[in-house]
């Protein structure tokens, strides 16, 4: 039985897997909001990262720290081989509750 | 864009975090929107800082609610019987401001929150022990938000120095 992943959990591990190997906060948030049109707080995208770093489903290493950012370094985050296990976990469980239910079928409801 | 970098930096918000606000900001973006993402980089913050390390924090309150009793009594017996205007007033100032430097230096993760913390507690416990006399509300709300602002300095005191901040042109 794999520990369940939340609807954020899973966006910010999809905006990770798209954005490899340059995901980072900014584009984490603008990649959630363009594609996944919902708008998170950058602190709740750290947030969500922290706990999925605690869980094991990401690592995050630090890059250099430019001027444009205050001095502050970029923390990219990267997607490990147990975050990618849960991701095509949840999928197939996504898919097995969809299939065969006619109300979920067509855009009308 | 001063104000929020401060608190960030004295509310220990993750400098990664920083920096992509400041990257964010650099775009065009809101004062409104930048409030908005300060205040949920702190509230994250403080539930990392607090949370995550919660046995330590409950040991910081404690501790200040201890001390608080404790400098009372001792300030008291020091002073006897002259505990009047103006080393009164002095140890008024200089109590909350003391015991907010303790309780953020045993909760070196979340010096700031673990201090507002303990006088949040404080002043609760405070209003409980009134609850039959509500007369004494004003009086408490009036003095918590004197010892509010105090126990804040303490607890800014006691914030590590980070390096200087450094803002983009």
């Known amino acids: 039985m794999h520990p369940s992943l939340s609807d954020s959990e899973l966006l910010i591990l999809l905006a990770l897997v798209r954005l490899a190997p340059n995901a980072y906060g900014v584009p984490i948030a603008r990649e959630i909001a363009e594609r996944g049109k919902r708008n998170f707080a950058l602190g709740r995208v750290y947030s969500v990262l922290e706990r999925l770093e605690k869980k094991g489903l990401v690592r995050s290493e630090l890059g250099e720290a430019t001027a444009e950012r205050g001095g502050r370094a970029k923390r990219f985050f990267h997607i490990t081989a147990r975050g990618l296990r849960e991701i095509r976990a949840t999928r197939e469980s996504l898919i097995r509750m969809w299939d065969g239910v006619p109300q979920l079928e067509g855009g009308k409801a | 864009m001063k104000v929020a970098l401060w608190l960030m930096n004295r509310f220990q918000v993750d400098s990664s975090l920083t920096g992509d606000l400041i990257e964010e900001w650099a775009t065009g973006r ?14 994250s913050a403080l539930w990392t800082g607090l949370w995550h390390h919660k046995l330590r924090t409950l040991g ?51 010096p700031l929150g673990t201090a507002l913390l303990f006088i949040a507690v404080f002043i609760s416990v405070a209003l409980w022990n009134s609850r039959h006399s509500p ?12 010892l509010t602002l105090t126990t804040i300095v303490g607890g800014l005191l006691a914030t590590r120095k980070r390096n200087s901040i450094l803002i983009p042109g």
């Open chain 2, 30 to 43: 809101s004062t409104k929107w930048l409030l908005w993402q300060t205040c949920v980089a702190i509230m």
């Open chain 2, 60 to 110: 910081a309150v404690a501790a200040g609610l201890f001390g608080w009793g404790l400098l009372l009594n001792a300030f008291t017996y020091a002073l006897s019987p002259f505990p009047h205007f103006p080393i009164g007033l002095l140890l008024f100032v200089l109590r909350p401001i003391v015991l907010g430097w303790i309780v953020g230096r045993l909760q070196p993760t979340q």
């Open chain 2, 135 to 146: 007369a004494a509300y004003g009086v408490i709300l009036l003095l918590g938000s004197w």
